[in-house]
């Protein structure tokens, strides 16, 4: 299954300069891949850093979380609700992303309970490992 970014705004509610998905390369009922191709243009370069554009490594995490939300929301019991952040456990930054880079999030859900999971993250960028750990969410209206 593979989604461009229409798609992927017919599913989750983020928009420019949020959304931080460019598309959606695999999927499976409990695992997703996301693409984010990083530029010069985002929005974030002109303060973090001006002398040296580094993605801010929360906003690594936050596209972990779209490329997950596609993933829950796009479920039928799940469509018109929305995914909130319920926690971020052990993440490790292992390489700075700057522009060129393009990032492969992969999100595997490992729990999920009445509305509230736990996901693994894995994010590599030219199959070196950007940034792993644990994110947490609630499903909600």
């Known amino acids: 299954m593979v989604y461009n970014s229409e798609q992927i705004k017919q599913i989750i509610p983020h928009r420019y300069p949020m959304l931080l998905v460019d598309q959606i390369i695999e999927m ?3 695992s997703i891949v996301g693409i984010k191709a990083v530029t010069i243009n985002e929005p974030f ?3 973090h850093f001006p002398v040296k554009a580094v ?5 690594i995490v936050e596209a972990c979380a779209q490329s997950g939300a596609v993933l ?4 039928p019991e799940n469509k018109g609700k929305l995914a909130y952040f319920a926690g971020i456990n052990k993440v490790r930054f292992k390489k700075q992303v700057i522009p060129g880079d393009v990032l492969r999030m992969e999100v595997e859900l ?5 509305n509230i999971g736990i996901a693994q993250i894995k ?3 030219d199959n070196e490992l950007v940034c792993v750990g644990e994110i947490m969410f609630g ?3």
């Open 110 to 114: 490992t729990s999920l309970r009445l």
């Open 139 to 141: 499903i909600g209206s």
């Open 72 to 75: 829950l929301l796009s479920k």
């Open 123 to 125: 994010v590599t960028s």
């Open 55 to 59: 993605m801010p490594g929360v906003l």
């Open 28 to 30: 499976s009922e409990t």
């Open 45 to 47: 370069f002109m303060g």
